[in-house]
């Protein structure tokens, strides 16, 4: 089965343009999380899609959105990009049968790289 | 306060020894999970090893082991007979069964340098 898939792996943009991450998750899994990690503020949930609705939201501004497509696919926007938005963004998905479990496994992708000049 | 601590940055440990990683996490939700997680140079997080809140036995995969200790809100992964691949960023993390979905919480990581 193949693994969590993310493009581009590596992306360069400018202060003020925005910016579309795509993740394909692990055939079957229902739920896909993001987060951003960075070296000051290490590994920080940004949000979760299951079933194509936003399940749970971590402690980012408005610019940072998402969204998931049917299949589960799922992407995620930056809007207007700042020098700290440099990070690397991990997908992750899991299997996820609705009621959560504390065990549910996630998978992580290999990440998007950012990096705003 | 931190949910997650990881108080090691980093640590050298010889090639075919056992390393422990310390975890400590904080939570006043009786159903959680904890979860480590390997991540090389590549950036990939690879899943190790997982342990419930309600489960009694120490959970094993292969060469690690995970050291629970409820009372003390302590979990430990114990890397059995290094190998240079092992070298990589640790991070611990854990699911509150009361967070909505599937957040992960990380802690700061300790990056761990096998020598050979």
């Known amino acids: 089965k193949a693994g969590v898939t993310q493009t581009p792996r590596y992306l360069i943009k400018t202060r003020g343009q925005q910016v579309t991450l795509s993740c394909s998750p692990i055939s079957g899994h229902r739920s896909v999380s993001w987060y951003q990690q960075t070296p000051g503020q290490g590994l920080q949930f940004l949000f979760e899609?299951?079933?194509?609705?936003?399940?749970n939201k971590g402690n980012f501004p408005g610019r940072f959105s998402g969204r998931q497509f049917s299949n589960s696919r799922s992407e995620m926007n930056v809007s207007t990009l700042e020098l700290g938005d440099s990070a690397l963004y991990l997908c992750?998905?899991?299997?996820?049968?609705?009621?959560?479990?504390?065990?549910?496994?996630?998978?992580f992708g290999p990440g998007t790289r950012l990096l705003v000049l | 306060a931190q949910k997650i601590t990881q108080t090691q940055p980093g640590m050298f440990v010889q090639e075919k020894e056992a390393v422990t990683l310390d975890c400590t996490y904080d939570?006043?939700?009786?159903?959680?999970?904890l979860f480590w997680y390997k991540q090389p140079s590549s950036g990939e997080m690879i899943f190790l090893i997982y342990?419930?809140?309600?489960?009694?036995q120490n959970a094993t995969e292969g060469r690690y082991s995970l050291n629970f200790q409820k009372a003390r809100k302590s979990a430990n992964l114990v890397i059995s007979a290094s190998q240079l691949g092992d070298s990589a960023m640790y991070f611990c993390?854990?699911?509150?069964?009361?967070?909505?979905?599937?957040?992960?919480?990380f802690g700061g990581g300790t990056r761990v340098l096998v020598k050979p």
């Open positions: 342990q419930g809140s309600y489960d009694e």
């Open positions: 992750a998905s899991s299997f996820n049968p609705g009621q959560v479990s504390t065990g549910e496994t996630q998978y």
């Open positions: 939570t006043s939700d009786q159903s959680y999970g």
């Open positions: 899609y299951f079933s194509e609705t936003q399940r």
């Open positions: 993390a854990m699911r509150e069964r009361k967070a909505a979905g599937n957040k992960l919480t």
